[in-house]
């Protein structure tokens, strides 16, 4: 199952007992706030959920398949989750029942 934007503010409307429009204005504030932490390179950690962080990436060469010509890729910045202990125990629970 593929949870789309749409499904999980009706779902967390109806938990947290909000409107739509409450939940979907949280869910932007967290987004953003999130995403403002990483361009500072801060973590940002939930509790019993995981942590997102930016990770550089080093520059490497790659080549393009079409031509088969090398480039050089530039360092950058990736954001990264790390799932909790909790999450990758659960995750490891829901695998091991299939």
């Known amino acids: ?3 789309k934007n749409k499904e999980l503010v009706k779902e967390l409307a109806t938990r947290l007992k909000w409107t739509s429009v409450e939940v979907s204005e949280m869910l932007s504030g ?3 706030l999130i995403g403002s932490h990483l361009v500072e390179s801060d973590t940002v950690s939930l509790e019993d959920f995981g942590q997102f962080e930016a990770r ?4 490497r060469i790659s080549v393009n398949p079409a031509n088969g010509k090398r480039y050089l890729v530039p360092p950058k910045l990736v954001p990264v989750f790390k799932p909790s202990a ?3 125990t659960k995750l490891k629970d829901l695998g091991n029942n299939e």
Do not use: I, P, Q, Y
């Open 30 to 32: 967290l987004s953003s």
């Open 86 to 88: 909790t999450v990758k």
């Open 56 to 59: 550089k990436k080093g520059e």
């Open 1 to 3: 199952m593929n949870m």
